[in-house]
């Protein structure tokens, strides 16, 4: 359960990632009306696969309510991407999820105009939510304490490599991509014009109707209690949620209460080390500090 495949330096966990699942994802054939979903894990993956199915079930339910979010729109990097991929409905655009540096799968996105889907998140609440999510996933290593587990993250490296090299490989590519940027933030606090936003990009428009049903069923309240996409449907061998659920708090700010002032400011001055060139701005760096 706990092997380790590393790919490109970076290490993920082996038992869903294999060096032949690898070369699939990066020789992928994209078709222009494919949905690239691409996030570093714990920045909103599940909740924004959600939102995407919904924009585009057209009022129909039912896919929403019986089937997991990972085979509405499978991971391109995991074992059991051709299998999901050959299942998935061929008269809808594609909805495909990964969490790949861009070095690996830019080559081949930028062969199409796929519409590419970058969900960030303030990387302190992707910390702490990763930190839960290692004691709850048993093909993750449990951290040994809170610090250990910041500076690996500060470091980069932790399974799935630099949250900092992450965000800025993707987002150097805004330019070459038809990618959109939301932040978990702005989800969080303005969901309404964010998921608008999100259907114009999709060129999906959404009647008012419509627009309720999605914002009814990716509320953290009905995503919590819906199995498909709580995650109560894999096994207690793969994750263990007696040890912390998968939709744990999903809110913003979660950070303040794991950092110490000392955690903080290590992890600011990092932060504007790493980032200071990247010309990236984010609701969290909003009046100059993180
Ligand atoms: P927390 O651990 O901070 O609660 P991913 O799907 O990328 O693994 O991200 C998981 C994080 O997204 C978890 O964060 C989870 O609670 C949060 N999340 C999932 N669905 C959500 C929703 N509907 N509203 C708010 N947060 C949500």
Redesign the pocket.
Known sequence: MDTVEVFNGVRLPGFMHTPESLRTACSFQFQDTDVLLV????????????VLSLIFCEGHLWPILHLPNWSRAPWMEQVSFSHLLSQLEPTRPRLLTTHLHATALAPALMRSKARVVY?A?NPK?VL???Y??HRVANFLPDPSSFEEFLDEFLKGTGFFGSWFDHVKGWLGLQRDLNMLLIT?EE??QEPRSTIRKLSAFLQQPLGPAEEELVLEH???S???QSSV?NYSLVSKQIMDQSRG???????VG?WREHFTPEQNEKFNAVYQTKMKDSGLHFPWTRGGHI
């Open positions: 996030t570093f894990p714990k920045s909103g993956t599940t909740w924004v696969q959600q969900v998140r609440d702490v939510s990763f839960h999510f978990y989800l969080y990716c509320s953290f009905f995503m919590s996409v659920k998968f939709l744990r708090k999903g809110v979660d």
